[in-house]
């Protein structure tokens, strides 16, 4: 079945320094992946989307994520964490299912200190 | 634009009672979802909607039904809510295949 992890449940990262989260799914085939950010109380916010073509994608906020099929990961970046980035991140397959099936994994929550 | 707007937003029911959430969407989406949240398990698909009319079974089910007899508008039931049921559920739109899904605000459901 397919399945998406996300091995860390929490990270603590300082104001300032950079941030990596980590994704990997597993699925047959090259799936339509994506990151999403849910702040307190709120819903989830897109970040970014992998389709095809160059493997590095930019998004919003100033996050990028990485394809990489041999690992079947997609890692989320970000140079320099901001205090305003501490909220859950979620990634999550898409699967070309006749329907837009997504799977998302149990998420990350972000703790930024100052 | 409003995007996908759920009501409501809040709700405490007793064991038994029935209730129904709405979401609306006014991007003119075919697709649309109901997920639900709870701690340490990400989103779960309860059921979706291919297109007005239609609707099918995603991989929590059981003491849920939906209605989508408007484009705009998903509807989740439960007619006999269940301690179980205690979540925050989630209504989520998209256009084709392969896009992105837009997210409603949540739900948060409370069952005694």
């Known amino acids: 079945a397919q399945s998406v992890t996300q091995p860390d449940i929490h990270i603590t990262v300082s104001e300032g320094a950079s941030l990596e989260l980590r994704c990997n799914y597993s699925y047959g085939a090259t799936p339509y992946l994506f990151w999403y950010v849910q702040s307190p109380g709120q819903g989830l916010q897109l970040l970014l989307k992998y389709f095809s073509g160059d493997t590095l994608v930019q998004g919003i906020k100033g996050f990028e994520a990485e394809f990489k099929r041999s690992q079947s990961s997609f890692n989320l970046r970000k140079p320099s964490v901001h205090w305003s980035d501490a909220a859950e991140y979620f990634c999550?397959?898409?699967?070309?299912?006749?329907?837009?099936?997504?799977?998302f994994g149990t998420g990350t929550r972000l703790l930024v200190s100052p | 634009n409003a995007g996908v707007t759920q009501t409501p937003k809040f709700r405490v029911l007793k064991t038994g009672q029935s209730m129904t959430l709405l979401c609306a969407q006014d991007m003119n989406h075919e697709y649309m979802y109901w997920y639900r949240q709870d701690p340490g398990m990400g989103l779960r698909l309860i059921h979706y909607s291919v297109g007005e009319g239609t609707t099918a079974k995603g991989e929590v089910p059981d003491g849920y039904n939906v209605s989508r007899l408007k484009k705009q508008n998903f509807l989740l039931g439960l007619e006999s809510a269940a301690p179980s049921q205690t979540s925050v559920y989630f209504c989520?739109?998209?256009?084709?295949?392969?896009?992105?899904?837009?997210f409603g605000d949540g739900t948060r459901l409370s069952i005694l």
């Open positions: 989520a739109s998209t256009r084709l295949e392969g896009q992105p899904q837009h």
């Open positions: 999550a397959v898409g699967l070309n299912t006749g329907f837009q099936k997504l799977v």
